[in-house]
């Protein structure tokens, strides 16, 4: 049901546009994740990386829904038609509410786009759109772009500094402004090119690897190094102007997580579990918090990461972390609205007075906005062999878009 209203977003661009744009949200969902390698070749030679993996399902703790809430109506803002997705999720605040998607969604076109996951590393980075392209990031730090109308590949930028081997740059991604892509790479630099034929405005070279794809915003580009600090760089020039430090944090999940900008004030969210609110202008910290729950009793939820997003919406903070933690914060004062037990790697996604959220449990829920209630859960098939418990399937979103909520898993299926 749609009637409530939402903050509005700029531009019209047609159902061809959203189509692709939901491929774009499904794919930096799924960085990380096996089926990328559908869409991006990989290099696999079969060896296997040093270190323990562990499921990110093994958390234990189902929700449950609040009889409170039980019969409360899912009222949704009116869609709109989006005209780009130019930052990785979305928006500079990566809100983007209720997307319009008459009818089926179809594959329209499909391309090689570079190097995917494969032994040695993940994908990481989430594809853009604007001014119709698409641009992606492989996992060997080369840009490419294609035209949005039929796939053709416009142009490529390799960014492997010299002396240094493509496959050890994973990391980093792509955002959008002004004419210009912004790439943070695994390399610890940070690159500004021209939208339109990919040459190089300005590079900075900075020590640290980036982990993520940066957000830009009024002038400036946010970018999350590997080692939990968030750098501000001057979006004309690339000069660094102020850092944050949060506490280094050895273990994390691999994520596409990206600053939330909203006027003054940039949210970032660490592996540590820390989430802090900063001013854009100085660096200088509004309010912090803690997405860490204590009382865990494994390594796999010890992990405290905030791998999603943060959203910022009408003032309010929504974020989730994976040791099990999701909280709405009041920007302004740092104050918890509500706080669930809920773990999750992925970005919530808020619409009206609902904030949708796929949990580790792989469980879609939606959750009252004002005061945290659980109106009700879906649960999503876990594993491919049911019986014997095998082959784990992860899920990515959701995405509201025409009245439903889209999500895609690991085992390439789209609901």
Known sequence: MTGTQQPEKNGHFGTRALRLGLVCIALAGLAGCDTVNDVFSSSDNGQKLQGERLSVMELGGRLEVDPLSADEKVILPKPYE???????GGAPDNAMY???APGKLDEIWSVDAGDGSSSEGELVASPIIADGRIYVLDTEATVRAFSVSGGKELWETELVPEDEDADEGRGGGV???DGKVFVTTGFGEVHALDAATGKNVWTKKLREPFRAAPTVNGGRVFAITSDNQLLALDEKTGTV???HRGIAESAGIVSSTSPAVAGSIVVVPYSS???FAIRVQNGTPVWSDSLTRTGNLTSLSSLNDIAG???????????ASHSGRMVSIDL??????????VASVQTPWVAGDWVFIVTSEQQVAALSRRDGR????TSLPRFEDPEDRTEPISWSGPVLAGDRLVLVSTSGEAV
């Open 175 to 177: 955002a959008f402004n």
């Open 273 to 275: 579990g820390e989430l």
């Open 241 to 243: 102007l102020w850092r």
């Open 332 to 341: 302004r004062t740092g104050e918890r609205v509500w706080t669930k037990d």
């Open 98 to 100: 209720h997307l319009a």
């Open 309 to 319: 997003r943060p959203v910022i919406d009408r003032d309010r903070v929504f974020a």
């Open 82 to 88: 989006n005209a780009d997705w130019p930052q990785p």
């Open 374 to 377: 659980i109106r009700w859960i």
